[in-house]
């Protein structure tokens, strides 16, 4: 399990240092997917199975993709669609994260035969206790965290709504757009 | 927990963040600004992770979570930001909208 988990670091600190160093949003993000789902695997091996799947499940899946279509609603202004092509026709850009990511995936498939970690090495903490300590002792961060998604949702709608006419303008809505 | 040494997992933990800081510092491209954040939070998360594994305790985990959720909220915010930034800027550097105009 030892080994299992230098692995899973070393690639997550080589995929971060590629994630801030790419050019292209798009790498950058791939990158980082490869970063979290070993961060993930990390979680796993130190005995927070639960977490790892969260970590795949919201950072890898929601907040990545969330990302994705930002930078593919802003395509012209981020990306070059010219340069986008190129790097598509050159393998380079993602055998990257694809040796990394099945760097991981081996080391996954290490982890499954040998066995769930409450066996080999530390004890896991089950989400039944998470949850237990999450609807008693911290019911009101639970709560706070609530409101706080609810302002994150109503900033975020918001900021992106589409400008009613008629609306008055912002003051830095001057030159500089026109 | 036991067979993973805690300094080890805090020193991954502490690279990381550094490298998240390095990318909040070095790059203007706002959306690798935002990126670099959620490399951090992800640090800070892992190093509650690792304590909690270490003394056994669930505590760790639950505040994963809030960190969890403060992420989702914040990158949400940020990337609607980013959006009303390139509406009226037409552009994704950083230090153009620090100019001040008047």
Same mark, same amino acid.
């Given at each position: 399990m030892e080994v299992a988990f230098y692995i899973a670091g070393i690639v997550a600190v080589i995929a971060t240092f590629m994630a801030i160093t790419r050019r292209n949003p798009v790498h950058a993000l791939l990158y980082l997917v490869v970063s979290l789902l070993a961060v993930a695997l990390v979680f796993y091996v130190i @005995? *927070?199975?639960? /977490? *790892? *799947?969260?970590?795949?499940? /919201?950072?890898? @899946?929601? /907040? /990545?993709?969330?990302? #994705?279509?930002?930078?593919?609603? #802003?395509g012209n202004v981020v990306v070059r669609p010219a340069e986008l092509d190129r790097h598509l026709q050159r393998p380079l850009t993602y055998v990257g994260p694809a040796a990394l990511g099945l760097v991981l995936l081996g080391e996954f498939i290490y982890i499954l035969v040998r066995g769930a970690p409450g066996q080999t090495g530390p004890v896991a903490i089950s989400p039944q206790e998470l949850g237990e300590a999450l609807f008693g002792p911290y019911l009101v961060g639970v709560e706070l965290a609530a409101l706080l998604l609810l302002a994150g949702l109503v900033g975020a709608y918001y900021l992106g709504r589409p400008k009613q006419p008629g609306e008055p303008e912002g003051e830095t809505d001057g030159d500089r757009s026109a | 927990m036991a067979t993973v040494p805690l300094e080890l997992a805090l020193l991954l933990a502490g690279v990381l963040f550094a490298l998240g %800081? &390095?990318? $909040?510092?070095?790059?203007?491209?706002?959306?690798? $600004? %935002? %990126?670099?954040?959620?490399i951090m939070l992800n640090a800070a998360g892992l190093a509650f992770i690792v304590a909690g594994a270490r003394w056994q305790q669930v505590d760790g985990q639950v505040m994963f979570l809030f960190i969890l959720s403060m992420a989702a &909220?914040? $990158? &949400?915010v940020g990337l609607a930001l980013v959006l009303q930034m390139v509406h009226r800027f037409g552009t994704v550097d950083s230090d153009v909208v620090s100019r001040m105009r008047g």
């Amino acid at each position: 399990m030892e080994v299992a988990f230098y692995i899973a670091g070393i690639v997550a600190v080589i995929a971060t240092f590629m994630a801030i160093t790419r050019r292209n949003p798009v790498h950058a993000l791939l990158y980082l997917v490869v970063s979290l789902l070993a961060v993930a695997l990390v979680f796993y091996v130190i @005995g *927070a199975p639960f /977490i *790892a *799947a969260l970590e795949v499940i /919201i950072y890898a @899946g929601a /907040i /990545i993709v969330l990302f #994705l279509f930002v930078v593919m609603i #802003l395509g012209n202004v981020v990306v070059r669609p010219a340069e986008l092509d190129r790097h598509l026709q050159r393998p380079l850009t993602y055998v990257g994260p694809a040796a990394l990511g099945l760097v991981l995936l081996g080391e996954f498939i290490y982890i499954l035969v040998r066995g769930a970690p409450g066996q080999t090495g530390p004890v896991a903490i089950s989400p039944q206790e998470l949850g237990e300590a999450l609807f008693g002792p911290y019911l009101v961060g639970v709560e706070l965290a609530a409101l706080l998604l609810l302002a994150g949702l109503v900033g975020a709608y918001y900021l992106g709504r589409p400008k009613q006419p008629g609306e008055p303008e912002g003051e830095t809505d001057g030159d500089r757009s026109a | 927990m036991a067979t993973v040494p805690l300094e080890l997992a805090l020193l991954l933990a502490g690279v990381l963040f550094a490298l998240g %800081l &390095a990318g $909040v510092l070095l790059r203007r491209n706002i959306i690798f $600004v %935002l %990126l670099s954040i959620e490399i951090m939070l992800n640090a800070a998360g892992l190093a509650f992770i690792v304590a909690g594994a270490r003394w056994q305790q669930v505590d760790g985990q639950v505040m994963f979570l809030f960190i969890l959720s403060m992420a989702a &909220a914040e $990158v &949400a915010v940020g990337l609607a930001l980013v959006l009303q930034m390139v509406h009226r800027f037409g552009t994704v550097d950083s230090d153009v909208v620090s100019r001040m105009r008047g």
